[in-house]
């Protein structure tokens, strides 16, 4: 086995001038390079928990940067604060841009989004569909647990303190089956429990954007998700593959594993369905 290259970490100046810290997970000298994934992080964590993630990819060819999200892990902003109700999709299309800027002419640039960072990811696909070759979605976001008291709140308190911030309410039990998962993110400095008032909005009302968009689906889609997931409601993930178009989105459900799905304790089904699907495409 090739030995592993040394991953990076660097500063990325956004156009408002914020700064963004990104991560990448360059191949060894020498291997040859079969694409190109840019990792979304999910909500109050950030790019280096996926150093796991980015080495099987490694492994099989491709080259990964991460970055965090805009009020996440070592970037700028408050903690979980969102300015503007696009900041997260800009960013990503300034990331979008610079990866692309090192990406070999012919060899394709894959996103993988993660829960909050899935449907940011989603989002960003379907309003820029000619951008990215493929997309992977690891429990994204496309539906909540929220009651309906709650889906009230989250539309009427960003009208009266859009950036007020509060605890997210993750229940870290429900991350893994695998309790050192649980304990390493809570003894992570990176990871926080904060989110806006705005953000919660951008969650709850991107979701049902994104499901009333899947029948116009042109990205090929690997959807990736958790039947027993408490963190984001697996129902959204269905409601999306259902009005899919065929051919377009593949998905992979995983009935017992919790939110955290490349994080299980049996995680391995989860890896051979990634890298079957990149084999059949890349």
Not at 161 to 178: E, K, V
Not at 227 to 256: H, I, K, W, Y
Request: with cysteine.
């Amino acid at each position: 086995m090739a030995a592993e290259s040394t991953s990076t970490l660097s500063t990325f100046t956004a156009s408002d001038g914020d700064n963004l810290a990104v991560q990448d997970w360059p191949l060894p000298e020498g291997a040859a390079l079969r694409g190109f994934v840019l990792i979304v992080h999910g909500l109050g964590e950030h790019a280096g928990r996926y150093e796991h993630v980015a080495r099987r990819l490694n492994g099989w060819g491709f080259a990964v940067r991460g970055y965090d999200q805009f009020g996440h892990g070592e970037s700028g902003g408050a903690r979980g604060a969102l300015p503007t109700a696009n900041r997260l999709l800009d960013d990503l299309s300034e990331m979008v841009e610079s990866t692309r800027s090192r990406t070999p002419d012919g060899k394709p640039l894959i996103l993988l989004g993660h829960s909050m960072g899935g449907l940011v990811a989603a989002r960003y696909a379907a309003e820029h569909p000619k951008q990215v070759d493929a997309l992977v979605l690891s429990s994204p976001a496309l539906a909540t647990h929220m009651s309906p008291f709650q889906k009230f709140l989250s539309r009427l308190i960003p009208q009266l303190a859009p950036n007020l911030r509060l605890g997210n309410g993750l229940n870290t039990r429900y991350l893994s089956h695998d309790p050192h998962v649980e304990r390493a993110y809570k003894a992570d400095v990176l990871v926080h429990d904060r989110i806006s008032a705005r953000l919660v909005q951008f969650i709850a009302e991107g979701g049902p954007k994104v499901i009333a968009q899947a029948s116009q689906w042109k990205v090929p889609t690997l959807l990736m998700y958790a039947g027993q997931d408490r963190l984001v409601n697996p129902q959204g993930s269905r409601e999306f593959e259902q009005a899919a178009p065929n051919g377009v989105v593949t998905a992979c459900a995983f009935p017992d594993l919790y939110h955290e799905i490349f994080n299980e304790r049996e995680a391995e089904p989860v890896y051979e369905c990634l890298r079957a699907w990149l084999e059949e495409r890349f």
